[in-house]
Structures are given as structure tokens and as C-alpha cells.
């Protein structure tokens, strides 16, 4: 079963900190994905990733960042964390037309 | 521009009863349909998928989709509900070139004991 892993469930950090949400997929799978979820807006498409040092924006990447120095890690960067980035966070994997995800961080900034 | 509707943002149903979670899409081409669950304070979890084929597709759980192509649908069915069926919802679609998911708003489920 692909199991895909993040750092933590729970974060509470402070206006203005780097923050760095880690994402670890054990399938060897290529494509790797970050989404935010928040209420009455879905999913919605950070940054994905389909290998090693590659990157693309998806349909929100301002205000965060990307890398992925090894293929099973796939970490997302705030920057500068700022309150309207409270928010789930969902990481998942893709392989053969399906995605796998993750059990999600909830961040709040305070 | 992609986009997936969810028009229903909560839906209860009686223990028993059949239910239907609605999906509708606009995409550019024939794209591959998903539905996915989540429990609270967890990931999604894949229930099913349509990418070709029978119009019917039976998944985990129980559940069930129908494709409508003429009316661009995906709903989800399930004959009897539980409530252990109770969580939110997701439909989901992909284009059969790329690998980006576009998602719906949400659904949420209540089974009423």
C-alpha cells in the first residue's frame, strides 16, 4: 500500500517565520502535489512537482515556495507566513491516473 | 478554464436510504473522473475512478458513479447509506493529457440514525 507521510499534523507559528512542511512518499512515484483546503473553496493546487528539482505553479504559488531534492521528499515553504495561510495542508503522490495523499498538516498563523 | 461543481454543500439521508452526492464538470476534452473521501482531521482516501468503459462504476465502500457524458456527470450512489458514511466528499477530475487533479468544493454527508 503507498503510504504517503507528513512532518506534522498540527502547526501553530508566527506571522512572519519560514515555515517548512515536509511530505515523504514511500512508492518511488514520480509526481508529487501540494493543496491547501479550505472551507468552501476545495482543493486547491499550490505547487506540483513531476521530478527530481522540477517544478511547476499551480493555481495559488504565491507566497510559497517549493523543493524537491530527492524524489520520495517533496517540501513546501512559507516564506513568510502570513495569517491568511492558516489553512490544511494536503500532500499527495500520483501514479497510474490516481493520487495518493497524505493525512495533512493543519497550520494555523497567529 | 477547467472547473468542477459540487452543488450541494450538505446532504443528509436516513440510515438506509439510498443517497446521491452530485458532480458536474467542464473540461476541454475527455477527462478522468474521481471521488474521494475525507474522515475528519484526515487525508483524502480514493474511492473510485471513470476513465474509459462502462458508464457504471462501482468503487469502495459500496459506492458507486455514473458517467453522463451529454450531461457532464459523476454522481456518486450508494443504495444503502451508513452512518459510518458520514464525511466530506470530493469529485475530481483530470485530463487525459497532463497529470493536474481539478477538484469540487466539497460535499458534506450526514447519515441521520
Known amino acids: 500500500d503507498v503510504k504517503v507521510t507528513q512532518s506534522s499534523r498540527y502547526l501553530v507559528k508566527r506571522t512572519g517565520e519560514k515555515v517548512f512542511l515536509e511530505c515523504v512518499q514511500d512508492m518511488d512515484h514520480e509526481n508529487m502535489f501540494w493543496y491547501r483546503q479550505d472551507p468552501g473553496l476545495g482543493l486547491r493546487l499550490i505547487y506540483f512537482s513531476y521530478d527530481v528539482k522540477m517544478k511547476e505553479k499551480g493555481d495559488i504559488p504565491e507566497g510559497y515556495s517549493v523543493s524537491r531534492e530527492k524524489k520520495e521528499r517533496f517540501s513546501l515553504i512559507l516564506e513568510s507566513a502570513s495569517t491568511n495561510q492558516t489553512s490544511m495542508y494536503l500532500c499527495a503522490s500520483h501514479y497510474m491516473s490516481r493520487q495518493y495523499f497524505g493525512p495533512g498538516t493543519r497550520l494555523t498563523v497567529t | 478554464a477547467q472547473s468542477v461543481a459540487q452543488p450541494e454543500d450538505q446532504v443528509n439521508v436516513a440510515e438506509g436510504n439510498p443517497l446521491t452526492v452530485k458532480c458536474t464538470y467542464s473540461v476541454s476534452g475527455n477527462p478522468y473522473l474521481f471521488w474521494y473521501v475525507q474522515y475528519p482531521n484526515r487525508g483524502l482516501q480514493f474511492l473510485l475512478k471513470y476513465i474509459t468503459g462502462d458508464n457504471l462504476v462501482k468503487g469502495s465502500y459500496g459506492f458507486e458513479a455514473e458517467f453522463n457524458k451529454s450531461q457532464t456527470s459523476f454522481h456518486l450512489k450508494k443504495p444503502s447509506a451508513l452512518v459510518s458514511d458520514s464525511a466530506l466528499y470530493f469529485c475530481?477530475?483530470?485530463?487525459?493529457?497532463?497529470?493536474?487533479?481539478?477538484f469540487g468544493t466539497g460535499t458534506s454527508l450526514t447519515v441521520i440514525p
Open positions: 475530481a477530475v483530470r485530463l487525459n493529457t497532463g497529470n493536474q487533479f481539478y
